[in-house]
């Protein structure tokens, strides 16, 4: 029932940037920990970053300094804004949300954005 729609990829050459976001619907569902998670061709889905209800977040290393998540809980959005970006960047980044109602939590997965870092 609950959607995360994603918007923002796209290519962009090597130290320039890109915001990506993620708008979760369903407001009758309280928002947890949200995050992005990112997929490289051939390679395994790692956390990107992620941002508690309480503001508190944590990077991946290899992005540390040039990304900064943030979360807008009025527009029920979380943001991720990718400065200096590099070819390794390049994947397909999902957004994650934890939602609450009723005592009960779950996860949900939004439908992947691409975003290529090349000359």
């Known amino acids: 029932q609950v959607q995360l729609v994603e918007s923002g990829g796209g290519l962009v050459q090597p130290g320039g940037s890109l915001r990506l976001s993620c708008a979760a619907s369903r407001s009758i569902f309280r928002l947890e920990t949200m995050g992005w998670y990112r997929q490289g061709p051939g390679k395994q889905r790692d956390l990107v970053a992620d941002?508690?209800?309480?503001?508190?977040?944590n990077y991946a290393d290899s992005v540390k300094g040039r990304f900064t998540i943030s979360r807008d809980d009025a527009e029920r959005t979380v943001y991720l804004r990718m400065n200096n970006l590099k070819p390794e960047d390049t994947a397909v980044y999902y957004c994650?949300?934890?939602?609450?109602?009723?005592?009960?939590?779950?996860?949900?997965w939004g439908q992947g954005t691409q975003v290529t870092v090349s000359a």
């Open positions: 941002i508690s209800s309480a503001a508190v977040t």
């Open positions: 994650h949300a934890y939602l609450a109602h009723m005592g009960y939590v779950n996860g949900y």
